[in-house]
C-alpha cells in the first residue's frame, strides 16, 4: 500500500468512527441548534504550525485525527493569531489583545505595563471566569504566559495542570538549551515534575488530558486548554515514525510546494485564483543543490512530518477518550496554531543542547529551517513572527457533533485568536467581567463565534490590529497595511504596504503609491490603537526603557 492511498484509508477509517458517534444525535445534513446547555469545551493549541501543515488545509502531512475532526465540524480560512507563542496564548486566554493582556512581547519583563512578560492584572482568562460555574478547569502542555508561581496556570483559575512552564523544549528530557539556562520546569498541580527515560512530550501530553477526561465526572462540563509543545523545534521524533517517511521528500520543496497549492484550491481552502507566492528569496532553488544538500534537507522534512504524525496520534488518544467516556458528543473542540510556519535556526553559539546524535535522537537539537517554512505558510509570504500573511493565518477546526454542522468551509468571518473567550463564556452561559476579585478588567475587543459556528452569520471583524518586534499591522475588510520591521536577506524596512487581500491574498501586489490617503487613513487608525493598547515603536520603547533605567 503506497502511503497516499494508506493516509487515505486511515482518515477514511477514523472519520467513519467519528461519524458513527454524530449519526446517534443529529442528521448530518443539518446542523442542530445550540440549545444552551453547557458543553464540555476542547481548545487545542499547537505550536509553529504552518497554515498548509494539516491534510484537511491541502497537506501531504499524515494528519488523519485531525482531518476527521474538519470533515465532521467546520474549517475557518480567515481567521488569525497574534504572530508568536507568548503574544497568542495570552490573547487566546483572556480575550484580549496580546499589549492589553501584558504578553506584548515574549515573557521578558520589561517593566512596562503592556510588556510585562506574564499575564496583567486587568486581565482574566477563561479558566477563572469559568472556576466559580459547574466546570472543572484543565490545562495540559506548554503555558509560556508567567515564568514564576504566582503567575502559573494553578493561579490563573485552572484546577488541575500539567504543563511545561517555558515555551520550547526537549520532548525526551528537561535539559536546559541556551547558556545559563536552569532545567526547564515543569509541574503537575504544583509540584516539581521530573521527566524519566519512559517521558515523550507529545505522548505524555496526550495521555494526560485523555486521563484527565476519563476521570472527570460526566454529570459536570469541563473547560480544557490542551497546548502542545509539537511541531516547535527541537523535531525530535521516535525512530519508527522517522521510517515511516523515509525518501518521501525527494522530489523537493519546490515541487511539494506547488502540490500544496493545488490540493488547496482542490479542497476550496483558497479561491481558484489564488497564485502562489514566489519562492522566498533566501530559498535555493531545489534542483540546482547538490545531492549531499538535498539529502540533508530531505532528512528534515522527515523529522516535521514524523512529529506531525505523532502529534495526531495523540489527538486521536484524546478523541478516543472523549468517546469512551461518552464525552465526545457534548464536547465542543477548537483546533488552531499559535503562528505561521518557523523558518528559526535554533542552533548557535549560545546553544548548549548536545548535537552528536542522529537527527530526532535525544542528542539532537534539528529544526526544518526557512524553506520548508516558506512550504508550510503555502500559499503566503514570510513566516512565524512577522505580520504577513505567513506569520498571522491559522487553521481554525470547530467539532461538535450535536450542533456544528459536518463539512463546512467558511471563508466569510474574519476572526482573531481572541475572538475564543467570548465564544466560549457565551456557550457556557456567563457574561465577562468587567470586574472581577476587585480587579478592573479591559472590556474584549474579542467577538463571539457562536453564530458563525452554527452557520447563522459571517459577522467578522471589521478592523483588526496587530504589533510585534516592531512589525505593525492593521486589517480593514479587505485592505490590509503592514510594515516589515526586518526580513532575513533584506535588511530593515519599516515602510507601510498596502493590499486588497481579496484580490491580491498572497500580498504580491502593493498599493501602496496607488492609494496613498487609504495608506494614511489606515496608519492613523493603526496609531490610535497604538497608544491605546501601548504597542511602541522601538524608538519610544528605547527611551521609555531608559527613563525607566534613570528611576
Known amino acids: 500500500m503506497n502511503r497516499i492511498s494508506r493516509q487515505v484509508w486511515i482518515y477514511l477509517l477514523v472519520l467513519s468512527s467519528l461519524l458513527s458517534c454524530q449519526s446517534s444525535s443529529q442528521d448530518n445534513s443539518e446542523a442542530t441548534e445550540y440549545q444552551g446547555t453547557q458543553p464540555n469545551v476542547l481548545v487545542i493549541l499547537l505550536d509553529d504550525m504552518g497554515y498548509a501543515d494539516l491534510g484537511c488545509y491541502g497537506s501531504e502531512l499524515e494528519t488523519p ?86 503567575f502559573w496556570p494553578g493561579n490563573k483559575g485552572f484546577d488541575q495542570y500539567f504543563s511545561l512552564i517555558e515555551g520550547a523544549m526537549s520532548y525526551y528530557n528537561q535539559w536546559p538549551w541556551v547558556r545559563n ?16 527515560k519512559h517521558f515523550f512530550a507529545t505522548d505524555t501530553f496526550s495521555d494526560t488530558a485523555a486521563a484527565f477526561i476519563a476521570r472527570h465526572p460526566k454529570d459536570q462540563p469541563f473547560f480544557m486548554y490542551l497546548a502542545y509543545n509539537a511541531p516547535h523545534w527541537p523535531l525530535h521524533a521516535k525512530p519508527e515514525d522517522i521510517a515511516r517517511f523515509k525518501g518521501q521528500y525527494a522530489m523537493g520543496w519546490d515541487s511539494i510546494r506547488a502540490l500544496r497549492h493545488q490540493r488547496m484550491i482542490d479542497l476550496e481552502i483558497i479561491p481558484p485564483h489564488t497564485p502562489l507566492s514566489k519562492r522566498f528569496t533566501e530559498v535555493p532553488v531545489w534542483d540546482e543543490l547538490p545531492d549531499s544538500m538535498q539529502l540533508k534537507w530531505q532528512v528534515d522534512m522527515e523529522l516535521y512530518a514524523a512529529v506531525m504524525y505523532r502529534l495526531d496520534l495523540g489527538i486521536g488518544k484524546v478523541i478516543r477518550s472523549l468517546r469512551e467516556s461518552q464525552q465526545l458528543e457534548k464536547t465542543l473542540i477548537l483546533l488552531l496554531s499559535d503562528n505561521g510556519a518557523c523558518h528559526e535556526d535554533p542552533t548557535g553559539p549560545w546553544s548548549v543542547y548536545p548535537e552528536d546524535g542522529s537527527p530526532g535522537s535525544e542528542r539532537s537539537f534539528p529544526a526544518y529551517g526557512l524553506p520548508w517554512a516558506n512550504v508550510g505558510n ?24 450535536g450542533w456544528i454542522q459536518a463539512g463546512q468551509v467558511n471563508h466569510q468571518t474574519v476572526g482573531h485568536i481572541m475572538d475564543l473567550m467570548p465564544t466560549i463564556l457565551e456557550l457556557a452561559g456567563m457574561e465577562y467581567p468587567l470586574q472581577f476579585e476587585g480587579r478592573t478588567i479591559i472590556p474584549t475587543p474579542g467577538r463571539s463565534l457562536v453564530a458563525d459556528l452554527l452557520g447563522q452569520a459571517t459577522v467578522g471583524h471589521q478592523t483588526l490590529f496587530w504589533e510585534h518586534q516592531f512589525n505593525r499591522a492593521v486589517r480593514q475588510d479587505e485592505w490590509k497595511l503592514v510594515a516589515a520591521n526586518k ?13 486588497n487581500l481579496w484580490e491580491d491574498p498572497i500580498e504580491a501586489n502593493n498599493l501602496a503609491l496607488q492609494y496613498p490617503e487609504k495608506v494614511d487613513t489606515m496608519a492613523e487608525q493603526y496609531a490610535k490603537w497604538a497608544m491605546q493598547v501601548g504597542a511602541y515603536e522601538k524608538q519610544v520603547m528605547d527611551s521609555l526603557l531608559q527613563k525607566k533605567d534613570k528611576q
Open 181 to 196: 539556562q536552569d532545567t526547564l520546569r515543569m509541574v503537575y498541580n504544583g509540584g516539581a515534575y521530573r521527566t524519566d
Open 378 to 401: 503555502t500559499p503566503f509570504r514570510l513566516f512565524k513572527s512577522w505580520l504577513h500573511e505567513g506569520g498571522i493565518r491559522t487553521p481554525l477546526i470547530a467539532y461538535h457533533p
Open 487 to 499: 526580513i532575513p536577506g533584506r535588511g530593515r524596512m519599516g515602510e507601510w504596504e498596502l493590499y
Open 65 to 150: 485525527h485531525i482531518d476527521a475532526l474538519a470533515a465532521g465540524g467546520l474549517r475557518m480560512t480567515q481567521f488569525y493569531n497574534a504572530a508568536r507563542c507568548c503574544p497568542s496564548r495570552a490573547s487566546l486566554l483572556t480575550g484580549l489583545y496580546p499589549h492589553q493582556a501584558g504578553m506584548g512581547h515574549q515573557n521578558q519583563d520589561k517593566g512596562l505595563p503592556s510588556y510585562r512578560g506574564r499575564i496583567g492584572e486587568q486581565a482574566v482568562t477563561i479558566a477563572e471566569v469559568l472556576q466559580p460555574s459547574p466546570y472543572t478547569t484543565y490545562q495540559v502542555g506548554k503555558w509560556h504566559v508567567g515564568n514564576e508561581e504566582p
